[in-house]
């Protein structure tokens, strides 16, 4: 019976890690994706509207 629980807490782990894995590798894809299409079109950043004030900013990093 240890050995079932242990198995399904390993395999439980290794499927989170897997996830986890695959969603940063999703992120990096697409900021790459991003970088790769302002290099092309010579952009210095990405705006985006602030939808309190109205007015464009350059996008952050950390946001999505």
Same mark, same amino acid.
Not at 9 to 17: E, N, Q, V
Not at 28 to 40: G, H, M, N, P, V
């Given at each position: 019976?240890? %050995? ?14 897997? %996830? ?21 079109t010579g952009a210095m950043g990405t705006l985006v509207k602030d939808e309190v004030t ?7 990093? &950390?946001? &999505?």
């Amino acid at each position: 019976m240890s %050995r079932i629980i242990f198995f399904v807490i390993l395999i439980g782990g290794a499927y989170f890690l897997y %996830r986890r894995f695959v969603s940063d590798a999703e992120k990096l894809q697409a900021k790459s994706k991003a970088a790769e299409r302002e290099r092309q079109t010579g952009a210095m950043g990405t705006l985006v509207k602030d939808e309190v004030t109205g007015e464009y900013r350059v996008k952050r990093e &950390e946001e &999505e």
